[in-house]
Nanobody
Framework: QAQLVESGGGLVQPGGSMRLSCAAS????????VGWFRQVPGKDREGVAC????????YIEDFAGGRFTISRNNANSTFWLQMNDLRPEDTAVYSC?????????????????????WGTGISVTVSS
């Protein structure tokens, strides 16, 4: 059964760092563009950072630029979101997703529309 499983969320103080991981199983992650998305209650899901299958195209949303990075290791079927200088407004449920045929920019800008596989989501809270 194909699935994505996130790990690494929790509580962090403003200015702190956190690394989210997403492990894939049941399908070949190498063939997919992947990304991280987030949602807060009452708002639409938004893209955070997305990366293509070969890691040569990366799209980072403006609010995450200079603070967040995305990376992947196809051999381990895993990808990560490194978040630095976290702010209270980064508090959200973060989800990872994989899509077979899309550019990183398209899947991030459209908030994950068309994603083939979703993780269940993990909570990130930035608070003192």
């Amino acid at each position: 059964q194909a699935q994505l499983v996130e790990s690494g969320g929790g509580l962090v103080q403003p200015g702190g760092s956190m690394r989210l991981s997403c492990a894939a199983s049941g399908f070949t992650l190498d063939d997919y563009t992947v990304g991280w998305f987030r949602q807060v209650p009452g708002k639409d899901r938004e893209g955070v950072a997305c990366i293509n299958k070969d890691s040569d195209k990366i799209y980072i949303e403006d609010f995450a630029g200079g603070r967040f990075t995305i990376s992947r290791n196809n051999a381990n079927s895993t990808f990560w979101l490194q978040m630095n200088d976290l702010r209270p407004e980064d508090t959200a449920v973060y989800s990872c997703g994989a899509i077979f045929d899309s550019t990183p920019q398209a899947v991030c800008v459209w908030g994950g529309y068309g994603i083939d596989y979703w993780g269940t989501g993990i909570s990130v809270t930035v608070s003192s």
